[in-house]
């Protein structure tokens, strides 16, 4: 059987934080830029992602603790100047 316990951010962050090094606060979605994401645990696992109906992606991230998915949901690819340009 599936358990949903869905929190609001702030009420998860403080519940179970994700360590320092991946910021205090949960970030917005990084398509929609929707704010706060929901957290739920499902089978045994924690999934946190944008459940906004204005996302076209609706990501989701998933960790064995709220904090594990939390730093997860807050990790960003930074990308890298190559100095290569892309043909017109």
Avoid: Y
Avoid at 31 to 51: N, S, T, Y
């Amino acid at each position: 059987m599936l358990e949903v316990i869905v929190k609001g951010a702030d009420q998860a962050a403080r519940h179970d934080p994700p360590p320092r090094a991946s910021h205090d606060i949960p970030l917005a979605c990084p398509f929609c830029g929707a704010d706060p994401p929901l957290a739920a645990a499902i089978a045994g696992r924690f999934i946190v992602g944008c459940e906004s109906d204005a996302c076209h992606v609706n990501p989701q991230v998933s960790g064995t603790s709220l904090g594990e998915a939390w730093a997860r949901w807050n990790r960003r690819h930074v990308a890298r100047q190559t100095g290569h340009q892309a043909k017109a």
